[in-house]
T-cell receptor, first 112, second 115 residues
């Protein structure tokens, strides 16, 4: 059973389109995150949710909107995709106060 | 704000040789430190972490790391590398208690293993 699962794993789309990436964790954790990894492998936190409440919202364009329907799910919706949005997006989860992150396998987004 | 520096972008090591990957951090309070490994096309896997106590921590796959507060360092070591250790290695520092406010990652070190 995959602990943190993301779908889709690959996403190729045109500029201007809207797309979503879904994430689910079955670890019973109360905190979930989205990280962006660029072409140089640099990982940067985008958002963090704790029990469905937004905790961290880094400097990310408004085109990116996270949604957490329950504490096991954190989805990422991106409007009006731009070339610079091409990256690998990682979902992760942790138990509050523990800090260790468990990562999904990533979703590679390519914007043409 | 916290930050992490991994000074080596690439490191090449012969199979069977020892390995040390460098990591320096900047954080105003007690640091929560982590090393993760990322194999090609995969997510990140935790190798080890330091929260408090013994400054030499043991991790999975034969890795260890030593926390040196005076040098603001948390270097990763392995006495004998295997070809399967070829991967990207990330050092991270956690904000908040136990790093629960999210991790700040270094830019990674790409490890190449020579036969």
């Amino acid at each position: 059973d995959t602990a943190v699962s993301q779908t889709p794993k690959y996403l190729v789309t045109q500029m201007g389109n809207d797309k979503s990436i879904k994430c689910e964790q079955n670890l019973g954790h109360d905190t979930m995150y989205w990280y962006k990894q660029d072409s140089k492998k640099f990982l940067k936190i985008m958002f963090s949710y704790n029990n469905k409440e937004l905790i961290i919202n880094e400097t990310v364009p408004n085109r990116f909107s996270p949604k957490s329907p329950d504490k096991a799910h954190l989805n990422l919706h991106i409007n009006s995709l731009e070339l610079g949005d091409s990256a690998v997006y990682f979902c992760a989860s942790s138990q509050q106060g523990v800090g260790e992150l468990f990562f999904g396998e990533g979703s590679r987004l390519t914007v043409l | 704000a916290q930050s992490v520096t991994q000074p080596d972008i690439h490191i090449t090591v012969s199979e069977g040789a020892s390995l040390e990957l460098r990591c320096n951090y900047s954080y105003g309070a007690t640091p929560y430190l982590f090393w993760y490994v990322q194999s090609p096309g995969q997510g990140l896997q935790l190798l080890l972490k330091y929260f408090s106590g013994d400054t030499l921590v043991q991790g999975i796959k034969g890795f260890e790391a030593e926390f040196k507060r005076s040098q603001s360092s948390f270097n990763l070591r392995k006495p004998s590398v295997h070809w399967s250790d070829a991967a990207e290695y990330f050092c991270a520092v956690g904000a908040g208690v136990g790093g629960a406010d999210g991790l700040t990652f270094g830019k990674g070190t790409h490890l190449i293993i020579q036969p």
